[in-house]
């Protein structure tokens, strides 16, 4: 299991907070609160395929995301 963690959300905030709501079942403000206090972490033990879907996501929408 690996931990996955939103580490900046580069420059186009709207697409990466969009990014998150998939990925999670954060409301709007809880997702934009996660994209302005960055280090955020998104999932604490997901499965390696879940964690890797999460970080591509995430990354298409400019996002940077570390897994450990």
């Avoid at 079942?25 to 996660?34: E, F, I, M, Q, R």
């Avoid at 994209?35 to 395929?49: I, R, T």
Wanted: charged share 30%.
């Amino acid at each position: 299991e690996l931990k996955v963690t939103l580490k900046d959300a580069g420059a186009e905030k709207i697409k990466v907070i969009k990014a998150l709501r998939t990925v999670t079942t954060l409301s709007l403000g809880d997702a934009k609160n996660a994209v302005d206090a960055v280090p955020f972490v998104v999932a604490e033990a997901a499965p390696k395929d879940e964690a890797a879907k999460m970080k591509q996501v995430l990354e298409e929408a400019g996002a940077k995301v570390v897994l450990s």
